[in-house]
């Protein structure tokens, strides 16, 4: 958009702000999600997992995932 007039932005500007678009909360975004899955679980498990995922760069729900894997491996 570096080739637009001064017009256009103006244009653009009042067209953002006097339409807004609307936002959705009745999805979660993906942090609230994974807030949402820890609090599911204890202290304990709920710090160990969150812990698991800093370390390893990962997603709450990937480590968990891996661990159901895991089991379910045990099993077979």
Do not use: H
């Amino acid at each position: 958009m570096s080739d637009m007039t001064d017009e256009e932005y103006a244009t653009l500007d009042d067209l953002w702000t006097k339409t807004t678009p609307k936002v959705n909360f009745s999805r979660l975004g993906t942090f609230a999600r994974q807030k949402m899955l820890l609090e599911c679980l204890d202290g304990v498990a709920s710090n160990y997992i969150y812990t698991r995922s800093l370390a390893l760069q990962k997603s709450p729900s990937e480590i968990i995932g891996e661990m159901v894997r895991e089991k379910i491996a045990e099993y077979r």
